[in-house]
């Protein structure tokens, strides 16, 4: 049995596609040396209400030291909500009932899907992983996508799986046969 490890990347994300259905989930994307997990938790937005609550409520009303005192509660419990996330759902990745896990041995392609909102004022990306059997799992990761597209491509070619980039997004081709890796 091989010693836990810890993530190389988390971030807050929206669970989109879980095996094939349109499941729409608020959790964590955690990427391993060896695994891409979903987790669904919420605290991190619970954070950020309570929080919000508690400092509009703590503060007289009526001027502008309130309105920054609000804005403080808010980051605070989004903050605090995000931190007590993550342990739970590195403590989750074990039981794979609580969590989505996708072994990166099976991941066949990276992708993309962007879609606007607002008269396509703001663009909104969606990572979706493909894997061998042809089931999309999608991930809207708060802040940029991109990012976590490229360390998904990192972890992959240190894995040995040759990764290209495409105008779809990236091409992953499994370990060569015959290469005893």
């Given amino acids: 049995m091989t010693a836990p490890t810890r993530p ?5 994300a929206w669970l989109l596609l879980k095996a094939g259905t349109r ?3 608020r959790g964590v994307m955690l990427l391993y040396p060896d695994k891409l997990v979903g987790v669904p938790v919420a605290l991190e937005y619970w954070g950020i209400v309570l929080g919000g609550l508690i400092a509009g ?3 007289p009303w009526g001027n502008f030291t309130w309105a920054l005192v609000l804005i403080a509660g808010l980051w605070l419990g989004g903050t605090i ?3 007590v996330d993550r342990r739970q759902a590195i403590k989750a990745v074990g039981d794979p ?3 989505t896990i996708i072994p990166l041995d099976l991941v066949t ?3 993309i899907d962007r879609s606007t909102r607002l ?4 663009s909104i990306g969606t990572l979706v992983v493909t894997t061998a059997d042809g089931t999309e799992y999608g991930f809207r990761v708060r802040g940029l996508s ?4 490229a360390s998904l491509a990192a972890a992959l070619a240190r894995l040995g799986r040759e990764v290209r980039a495409t105008t779809g997004g990236l091409a992953i081709t499994p370990h060569p046969a015959g290469d005893g890796a």
């Fill in 119 to 122: 008269g396509g004022m703001v």
């Fill in 97 to 99: 009932e609580a969590a």
């Fill in 81 to 83: 909500g995000r931190a």
């Fill in 109 to 111: 392609g990276v992708r």
């Fill in 146 to 149: 991109g990012s976590m597209q």
């Fill in 57 to 59: 409520l703590a503060y």
């Fill in 8 to 12: 190389i990347r988390s971030d807050s």
């Fill in 23 to 25: 499941q729409k989930m």
